[in-house]
């Protein structure tokens, strides 16, 4: 059981250039999330997936795109990398509502856009 | 939106006394309180949690307080050892539409002098 698993660890773009970060878990969970978290502001929601097949935007979407490919994988991508998309990302997933309100999160990807 | 404050931002004790951090809330419709655990570099894990129908929660070394009424809770760890070094968040949440909206607080770096 790997729990909630993120690629890359650490990624370094360039303004401009486009990635995917990844997300799965093995969990069964219903809900998938994504937030990023920046020194001092705790962690903000950038976009989540209440169940397969849908989306929505969270606190701070701008300049993001999401997919839930499967009930398992959600994935974030970023089109045209800024300065200000510097973070530490992190996936989420839980079921809401059936006792398991519990988020588990990934380790974390480290993305720099120089 | 739901908005939590958590004092204070840095926290340092001696090994053995007691830790306390507050936080509060302003959403009354939240109904589940997680805090998580970040050691540097890693993920956020939870510790406790407490439900709004609780008021009181203890596992060891860690309990956590809900005050409905006043919209505040807090986090006290007693007899703290060196490993309790680390950043801790609270958070505030409530289902809403089939996901958890969750709203972290900025989280308070407790450290533990030996």
């Known amino acids: 059981n790997a729990g909630v698993t993120q690629t890359p660890k650490f990624q370094v773009l360039k303004t401009g250039q486009s990635m995917t970060l990844q997300c799965a878990q093995d969990m069964n969970h219903n809900s998938m999330y994504w937030y990023r978290q920046d020194p001092g502001m705790g962690l903000r929601l950038i976009y989540y997936?209440?169940?397969?097949?849908?989306?929505d935007k969270g606190e701070v979407p701008n300049g993001y795109n999401v997919s839930r490919l499967n009930k398992r994988e959600f994935s974030l991508r970023l089109e045209s990398a800024a300065p200000s998309q510097t973070s530490v990302y992190f996936c989420a997933s839980n079921t809401p509502g059936q006792g398991k309100d519990t988020q588990y999160f990934g380790p974390g990807t480290r993305l720099t856009v120089l | 939106g739901e908005n939590v404050e958590q004092h204070p931002s840095t926290l340092s004790v001696q090994e053995g006394d007691s830790a306390v951090i507050k936080c509060t809330y302003s959403d009354s419709a939240s109904n589940y309180f997680p805090w998580y655990k970040q050691e540097l570099g890693k993920r956020p894990q939870l510790i406790i949690d407490i439900r709004s129908n609780v008021g009181e929660k203890k596992d060891q070394r860690i309990a956590v307080t809900l005050n409905k009424t006043a919209k505040h809770f807090s986090l006290h760890i007693t007899e703290t050892q060196p490993e309790d070094s680390a950043v801790y968040f609270c958070a505030a949440s409530l289902n809403s539409g089939g996901y958890q909206k969750v709203t972290f607080g900025t989280g308070t770096k407790l450290q533990v002098i030996p």
């Open positions: 997936s209440a169940s397969e097949g849908t989306t």
